[in-house]
């Protein structure tokens, strides 16, 4: 009989329930660090309305954090500039849990998952790969950047940073069979996914053919209930009824790009092309999703 073999389980914590009906509230926002720029000020404004509306419990950031490259060090003064002088609403002062996005990793990496930032400002929790566990709900955040086969040969020649990925193969394969176990041993009612690039989207940088062939398979076989990500600076629902719904919420700054690639109107319940962001209300018989604009108005919202 053979074992999988993993140098690594996925680091898996877990953040309290404090509702009394055991509910949760999340917000989820994307794309965003440009030192206030391009209305990220404006969407960080209206989500601390919403967030103190729903008196959230945490925050997902689904990548690409810092633009244009990551953060040089971890006394980079964009840490602040883009992340705790912006953020400053009371209600979103909660843990940011975050993923690094292809723009992330064009910087230095080591920095953005330095304790040092969250010394700085103790919201902030980036890794690659983890879980958060709250009750009823366990969410998968991976790592998605170095599955993307072309940033390993960018015809633009941008420099990403490597270390702790390479061999690229086996970083990959041991963290889908982490992905896969945590999964598999996973008791929770709701099942959420969080990766910066889509997996299935009509905006500008289109699907990720290698997501859909290599961790698609794994979120249909465990039954996922959502793949959340950005990437796509828009708003986006792709989904089915009963299958796994796609959401990207990638508007946290520059946005507004004007493309939207073909897909099947059954299927894709939301585009919006500008700046927003979305929230989540977990229960334990529904979860219900709703996007905003930077003006607060509900663009769309589904129940599941
Ligand atoms: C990356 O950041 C870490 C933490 O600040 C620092 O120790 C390291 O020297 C940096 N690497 C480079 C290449 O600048």
């Given at each position: 009989?053979?074992?999988?073999?993993?140098?690594?389980?996925?680091?898996?914590?877990?953040?309290?329930?404090?509702?009394?009906?055991?509910?949760?509230?999340?917000?989820?926002?994307?794309?965003?660090?440009?030192?206030?720029?391009?209305?990220?000020?404006?969407?960080?404004?209206?989500?601390?309305?919403?967030?103190?509306?729903?008196?959230?419990?945490?925050?997902?950031?689904?990548?690409?954090?810092?633009?244009?490259?990551?953060?040089?060090?971890?006394?980079?003064?964009?840490?602040?500039?883009?992340?705790?002088?912006?953020?400053?609403?009371?209600?979103?002062?909660?843990?940011?849990?975050?993923?690094?996005?292809?723009?992330?990793?064009?910087g230095n990496v080591s920095a953005q998952l330095s304790q040092v930032l969250t010394q700085k400002d103790w919201r902030w929790f980036c890794r690659r790969s983890f879980v958060i566990s709250s009750g009823m709900v366990d969410v998968f955040f991976v790592d998605t950047t170095p599955f993307v086969n072309e940033y390993?040969?960018?015809?633009?020649?941008?420099?990403?940073?490597?270390?702790?990925?390479?061999?690229?193969?086996?970083?990959?394969?041991?963290?889908?069979?982490?992905l896969d176990l945590a999964l598999k041993k996973s008791r929770a009612t709701w099942k959420f996914v969080v990766g910066h690039h889509g997996i299935k989207t009509a905006g500008e940088h289109n699907v990720t053919q290698e997501l859909i062939d290599q961790l698609l398979p794994i979120l249909e076989d465990n039954k996922?209930?959502?793949?959340?990500?950005?990437?796509?600076?828009?708003?986006?629902?792709?989904?089915?009824?009963?299958?796994?719904?796609?959401?990207?919420?990638?508007?946290?700054?520059?946005?507004?790009?004007?493309?939207?690639?073909?897909?099947?109107?059954?299927?894709?319940?939301?585009?919006?092309?500008?700046?927003?962001?979305?929230?989540?209300?977990?229960?334990?018989?529904?979860?219900?999703?709703?996007?905003?604009?930077?003006?607060?108005?509900?663009?769309?919202?589904?129940?599941?």
């Amino acid at each position: 009989m053979f074992f999988s073999c993993s140098l690594s389980e996925l680091l898996s914590l877990k953040h309290p329930v404090t509702k009394s009906d055991g509910s949760l509230n999340i917000l989820v926002v994307g794309d965003w660090g440009r030192l206030g720029g391009y209305n990220q000020s404006a969407v960080a404004a209206q989500m601390g309305i919403v967030g103190e509306q729903l008196d959230i419990d945490y925050v997902i950031s689904v990548g690409d954090n810092f633009y244009s490259d990551g953060l040089n060090n971890d006394t980079d003064p964009a840490f602040e500039a883009s992340f705790s002088r912006i953020y400053t609403h009371p209600s979103l002062q909660k843990r940011w849990y975050s993923v690094l996005g292809n723009h992330d990793y064009r910087g230095n990496v080591s920095a953005q998952l330095s304790q040092v930032l969250t010394q700085k400002d103790w919201r902030w929790f980036c890794r690659r790969s983890f879980v958060i566990s709250s009750g009823m709900v366990d969410v998968f955040f991976v790592d998605t950047t170095p599955f993307v086969n072309e940033y390993f040969t960018d015809p633009e020649d941008h420099t990403y940073d490597w270390s702790n990925v390479l061999p690229r193969n086996r970083y990959i394969s041991n963290l889908l069979d982490d992905l896969d176990l945590a999964l598999k041993k996973s008791r929770a009612t709701w099942k959420f996914v969080v990766g910066h690039h889509g997996i299935k989207t009509a905006g500008e940088h289109n699907v990720t053919q290698e997501l859909i062939d290599q961790l698609l398979p794994i979120l249909e076989d465990n039954k996922v209930d959502l793949y959340m990500n950005g990437h796509d600076h828009c708003l986006q629902h792709i989904g089915s009824d009963g299958g796994i719904q796609f959401l990207t919420s990638g508007g946290g700054s520059k946005a507004w790009r004007g493309v939207i690639l073909p897909w099947d109107p059954k299927e894709l319940k939301l585009y919006y092309d500008g700046q927003g962001f979305m929230s989540l209300h977990i229960t334990q018989s529904q979860v219900k999703f709703i996007f905003y604009d930077i003006s607060g108005n509900v663009l769309h919202q589904f129940t599941i």
